[in-house]
């Protein structure tokens, strides 16, 4: 899979694209990041990539003409998406349905966003993080591509298994626990350290849906819905 990503800021995402999962994922051949300086696509002097907007208002927005610029040059964009607080809501569905593109192309937008016209033209999705606003689609596109690769086959190890994770079967996850046995006068559920694992898969199935029932019962009534 190749994931580009538009940005006026590549340096905000090469640290953390290098490392745990998605620097493994990339040394492993499962996934290449090429990160795109929007404003290596200007042509004036001040390789200027904002301007005031349209109808006044206060704020900048970004021009389109780089990022229209930095899309054509591309050779394979495959789907475009927009980081964007007007955009639907990231889950763990759109994650899977990312995660089986072959190319995918992130936008990052800065100030009050992009020009409209590139997301009508060339933008095939709107994606939120969530219902804030972040400075710029940096986060975002981290938060996108971190929930998307350790999708990949083979991007994590046995020890950190996608399976049992929240989301995965719709409810969140049982708690997790390690070593010691007993800490700050807590103990670890016997349950845990019975060695029975039919029981302990019982009680772990049990922990997930008393945690979803309290805490997301909005998830369980999505399932039943379907
Ligand atoms: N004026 C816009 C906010 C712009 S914030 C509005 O009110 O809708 C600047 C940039 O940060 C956006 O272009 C987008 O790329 C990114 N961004 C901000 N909040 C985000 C969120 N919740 N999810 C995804 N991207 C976000």
């Avoid at 981290?142 to 350790?150: E, G, H, M, N, T």
């Amino acid at each position: 899979m190749r994931i580009n990503v538009l940005t006026i800021f590549p340096d905000y995402l090469e640290g953390p694209l290098g490392l745990s999962i998605p620097g493994r994922a990339r040394e492993a051949g499962l996934v290449e990041y090429r990160l795109i300086d929007v404003r290596a696509y200007t042509d004036d002097r001040h390789r200027t990539t904002d301007d005031e907007p349209f109808g006044g208002g206060g704020g900048m927005v970004m021009k389109p003409e780089p990022f229209d610029a930095a899309l054509t040059a591309l050779d394979r964009p495959g789907r475009v998406i927009s980081l964007s607080p007007r955009g639907r809501p990231f889950d763990h569905e759109t994650a899977v349905r990312f995660a089986l593109e072959p190319d995918l192309t992130l936008l990052c937008g800065r100030y009050k966003g992009i020009d409209e016209r590139v997301i009508d033209a060339r933008v095939d999705e709107e994606i939120s993080i969530g219902d804030y606003v972040l400075s710029g689609g940096e986060p975002a596109a981290l938060v996108v591509i971190d929930a998307v690769v350790r999708l990949l086959p083979g991007a994590l190890g046995d020890h950190d298994s996608a399976s049992s994770d929240s989301f995965y079967d719709g409810s969140l996850s049982a708690p997790s626990y390690t070593r010691p046995a007993e800490h700050g006068g807590r103990h670890v559920p016997d349950v845990l350290r019975s060695g029975d694992h039919p029981r302990i898969e019982r009680w772990r199935a049990a922990q997930a849906d008393a945690a979803t029932r309290r805490r997301r019962p909005d998830l369980l009534d999505l399932d039943a819905a379907d």
